[in-house]
């Protein structure tokens, strides 16, 4: 069973900054593409961050410039730097990513999510 944990989520007032990880963990053959997701209260779970094995990026227009996401195949992590955070940056952060267990095809797995909350 893969598993993929966050971690790296905090508090900090605007302006600040906080590196968001997710390590996969288990029986992976081939490390797919990788998501960030966040979810505030009472809000959908909106996609914030992509990347692919290869590294080509994709991000939401309201992080655009502040958020870089990266990965390190070799460790089966993916990351999402995080700066000049905003008050509605707040929410909970799933990281989403596609791994092959031996399967030959990709399956989609989640993390538990990491709170991320920003003061004014």
């Known amino acids: 069973q893969v598993q993929l944990v966050e971690s790296g989520g905090g508090s900090v007032q605007a302006g600040g900054s906080l590196r968001l990880s997710c390590a996969a963990s288990g029986r992976i053959y081939r490390f797919g593409a990788m998501r960030w997701y966040r979810q505030a209260p009472g809000n959908q779970r909106d996609l914030v961050s992509s990347?692919?094995?290869?590294?080509?990026?994709t991000y939401a227009d309201s992080v655009k410039g502040r958020f870089t996401i990266s990965r390190d195949n070799a460790k089966n992590t993916v990351y999402l730097q995080m700066n000049s955070l905003k008050p509605e940056d707040t929410a909970v952060y799933y990281c989403?990513?596609?791994?092959?267990?031996?399967?030959?095809?990709?399956?989609?797995?989640w993390g538990q999510g990491t709170q991320v909350t920003v003061s004014a």
């Open positions: 989403n990513g596609e791994v092959d267990d031996g399967s030959y095809y990709y399956r989609s797995y």
């Open positions: 990347i692919t094995s290869d590294g080509h990026t």
